[in-house]
């Protein structure tokens, strides 16, 4: 491995084994949870829509749970995402930091929460 390659943006943070990119990624979105100011705060969901095409827009994420491996988005009921979600609850998110150079993908199951604790929290 290049010297150059050796101070990249991950391997800076310590990101040099599977291990440590899978506890660093949780890591990282439950910062993007906690703070408007991470750059995971505000990723890309996609959805399939109706016509069978992806469907793509910015959320907030709200919760993220590495033990349960669960990330949480709100949405207004009124949505269009919600009669896509319950037709196909395959979901795509993106979270992307610029400054790190770092792209994290994950594909879901969606679940939707109308008349619940997590929906009133």
């Given at each position: 491995?290049?010297?150059a ?90 979270f ?26």
């Amino acid at each position: 491995m290049s010297r150059a390659r050796d101070r990249t943006p991950l391997a800076e943070d310590g990101w040099t084994t599977l291990d440590a990119v899978l506890e660093g990624t949780w890591t990282t979105l439950v910062r993007g949870a906690a703070s408007a100011k991470s750059a995971f705060h505000a990723p890309a969901l996609a959805t399939v829509s109706p016509d069978g095409a992806p469907d793509v827009r910015t959320v907030i994420l709200r919760v993220c749970e590495p033990e349960s491996r669960t990330l949480v988005c709100q949405t207004d009921r009124r949505s269009p995402k919600l009669d896509q979600l319950a037709a196909e609850p395959r979901v795509g998110w993106l979270f992307y930091d610029a400054s790190r150079k770092v792209q994290v993908r994950a594909t879901a199951i969606a679940t939707v929460h109308a008349e619940d604790a997590l929906a009133d929290a």
